[in-house]
């Protein structure tokens, strides 16, 4: 209970105008040495799972602000702690992998790296997601947190996260004792880029934020032959077509409207040739839900109409389809109330209510769940920080549909304004939550 004392407390951080315009400038000084920083691991990505040239940078910087830094937990991930006297801890979460995507921004730094899939095929890679900015804004973090000991008491726990983009990067490093090896966290703090938001522009979700995201395959078997004979056949493109239009009752008939649900086919593969009725169909689904009860409607009732469908066509048992649930699956993000709250408030008040905004849950997915859903007894809160330009944001005048989106080849944040904005909340945020008693 007394470690929680802080969220009924909003008063200011920094204790005066001039404390906040002293972490301004630090942070302002530090940016040219940030932005050479942003530049490199924008054109030195690595994909998940396969981090190894950022780690080891990060790593030494960490350890000469005075951070005991242990590498490689969870394989790739890094682990900076330091404590500074009682009070609560505090876990700081940047990812670091970057996308199979090849770039197309035209930067004079963009990536020409190669990488390679899990499969073993070469691929071009790209921070297309913006967790660039993410890495470099935990470092300067680390820097500010750092140089203030004196302005807070307890303990930070830095963690740089491999794998996010593959959910597992969070899982990998919790069962590598994450909370075990290290000082327990109270409180959970990360952010992430937005391409939906002006650059410098704070969001603060609160509830869910992120979505439970399933990837589904379907294997619908038949029976093939000749297409002018179709009688002696058992067609799984008219199977699989059924299956696709049935599925799409599960959110317009099942589920509850006030319940928000995707279910998408994304894939549909079969045949070779006109004239040839193939004896197997592939579908590959995308499946979104925020809460539990959902995401099992939405997954059972998969399973349930494809079967349901194929007996429909009189498919013999032994030719039933089958049904695959990829692992691992993104569980959803959640914002806890208090925390959510406190913040909105407390990022107006250094920022301005006009660069603060309560932003809406979406449906992609993010790992950064699982720190939390390991120990719901903490406080947990991702944040937003946009990165949209502002002469491209006004442009279009706010419509994000006509710029590019996270994932996109052509993503390219307004960087500087990310790290900077993002830097003075999280070290705002931190300071707030171990301020002294």
């Not at 992120?210 to 093939?224: E, F, M, Q, R, S």
Request: with cysteine; glycine share 8%; hydrophobic share 45%.
């Amino acid at each position: 209970m007394k470690k929680m004392l802080w969220l009924a407390a909003a008063a200011m951080t920094l204790s005066s105008p001039a404390g906040a315009a002293a972490l301004s400038d630090a942070i302002h000084a530090d940016m040219p040495m940030l932005m050479d920083l942003y530049r490199d691991l924008h054109a030195n990505p690595e994909l998940s799972m396969q981090e190894v040239r950022t780690p080891a940078k990060l790593a030494p910087e960490m350890r000469k602000l005075g951070f005991e830094v242990t590498e490689h937990v969870g394989k790739t991930g890094v682990v900076a702690v330091m404590k500074n006297g009682p009070g609560p801890v505090l876990l700081i979460r940047a990812d670091m992998d970057a996308l199979p995507v090849k770039e197309q921004t035209g930067l004079p730094f963009a990536s020409k790296a190669m990488g390679k899939l899990p499969d073993g095929t070469d691929t071009p890679v790209m921070h297309a997601c913006g967790h660039d900015t993410h890495i470099t804004t935990w470092l300067a973090t680390g820097r500010r947190l750092a140089a203030m000991k004196s302005q807070w008491s307890g303990t930070v726990v830095m963690v740089l996260q491999p794998g996010e983009e593959r959910v597992m990067g969070a899982q990998e490093m919790l069962d590598d004792g994450l909370y075990t090896r290290f000082p327990k966290p109270d409180v959970l703090l990360a952010f992430h880029d937005s391409a939906s938001l002006p650059a410098g522009t704070i969001g603060v979700t609160n509830g869910f934020a992120l979505a439970n995201v399933d990837t589904v395959n379907i294997d619908v078997k038949g029976v093939g032959g000749h297409g002018a004979y179709p009688q002696n056949t058992k067609d799984p493109i008219v199977l699989a077509s059924r299956i696709v239009m049935a599925l799409q009752t599960l959110v317009s008939r099942e589920n509850d409207p006030q319940q928000p649900a995707v279910v998408t086919v994304g894939s549909f593969h079969s045949g070779t040739k006109s004239n040839i009725i193939s004896d197997d169909a592939k579908l590959a689904l995308t499946v979104r839900s925020y809460t539990p009860e959902t995401r099992k409607l939405l997954l059972d009732g998969i399973r349930r109409i494809v079967r349901g469908e194929a007996i429909a066509a009189g498919m013999p048992e032994d030719r039933m389809p089958t049904v695959e649930i990829e692992q691992p699956s993104a569980d959803a993000t959640f914002n806890t109330p208090k925390l959510s709250a406190h913040l909105l408030d407390l990022f107006g008040t250094h920022f301005g209510s006009g660069r603060v905004v309560e932003t809406k849950p979406i449906m992609a997915s993010e790992d950064f769940s699982r720190f939390w859903l390991a120990d719901k007894s903490k406080e947990s809160v991702i944040f937003w920080v946009g990165g949209v330009p502002q002469a491209k944001w006004d442009a279009v005048k706010g419509d994000t549909l006509k710029l590019p989106a996270l994932h996109s080849p052509l993503w390219a944040p307004d960087a500087e304004k990310v790290i900077s904005t993002a830097t003075k909340a999280m070290t705002v945020a931190a300071l707030d939550i171990l301020k002294k008693g």
